[in-house]
């Protein structure tokens, strides 16, 4: 049973779209991570939110953190293809301070 | 200047091989990670050292042995590789169990 779920598992547009990636559980968490990969390397960690309700911006990224602590959502506006990779969300939880990972939405943003 | 790098990038080997991973990190964090992706891209964590002490140990097959001689450094050794083993192997780090990780570039293990 996944604890951090996350959907959509793939999502392909056109460029200049907007998306919405979610990272759901039944669980709460301390603080929460969201990091993309692109192939052939590792993950990089793009924000953390800690606050309940709290919202993050990085350039056309927008990240929320549910008022609960137990979900999160990553906004893409006006798409492009640099944006493809996979995007995996981390949660470190209340109950065990264990980081928990979402099994990642991957994205494909075509020209 | 690499923060987090690992050797090798490829690795093709027998089964019942036994091979190593090499894993620095130059940003001076005090806790470090193995993790196992496997096809599917879900990452699983295998290890973590913070000052030279083991503190996750998940159940992983005891062929598995981490091994840090120092606070930069912690490699991944290997015993009598098995094909379940393919998979690409990444090193991490942070500043602390709670802070955000930097993960080196992987490593491709194939066994053939």
């Known amino acids: 049973t996944q604890l951090l779920e996350q959907s959509p598992q793939f999502l392909s547009i056109q460029e200049g779209e907007n998306l919405t990636v979610y990272c759901n559980s039944s669980?709460?968490?301390?603080?929460l991570q969201w990091y993309r990969q692109e192939p052939g390397e590792g993950p990089v960690l793009l924000v953390t939110?800690?606050?309940g309700g709290e919202v993050k911006k990085l350039k056309r990224l927008t990240f929320q953190f549910g008022d609960a602590r137990k979900d999160s959502s990553l906004h893409i506006t006006a798409a492009q293809p640099g944006d493809t990779g996979l995007y995996l969300c981390?949660?470190?939880?209340?109950?065990?301070?264990?980081?928990?990972w979402g099994a990642g939405t991957k994205l494909i943003i075509k020209p | 200047d690499t923060a987090v790098s690992q050797t090798p990038k490829y690795l093709v080997t027998q089964m019942g091989n036994d091979k190593s991973i090499k894993c620095e990190q130059n940003?001076?964090?005090?806790?470090m990670y193995w993790y196992k992706q496997d096809s599917k891209k879900f990452l699983k964590i295998m290890f973590s050292?913070?000052?030279?002490?083991?503190?996750i140990n998940e159940t992983v097959p005891n062929r598995f042995s981490p091994k840090s001689p120092d606070k930069a450094h912690l490699n991944l050794h290997i015993n009598s590789l098995e094909l379940g083993d393919s998979a690409v192997y990444f090193c991490?780090?942070?500043?602390?169990?709670?802070?955000?990780?930097?993960f080196g570039s992987g490593t491709r293990l194939t066994v053939v």
């Open positions: 939110v800690v606050t």
């Open positions: 050292y913070n000052n030279k002490e083991l503190i």
């Open positions: 981390a949660g470190f939880m209340d109950s065990n301070y264990q980081l928990i």
């Open positions: 669980s709460v968490f301390s603080s």
């Open positions: 940003l001076g964090h005090d806790t």
């Open positions: 991490a780090s942070s500043q602390g169990q709670f802070s955000g990780y930097t």
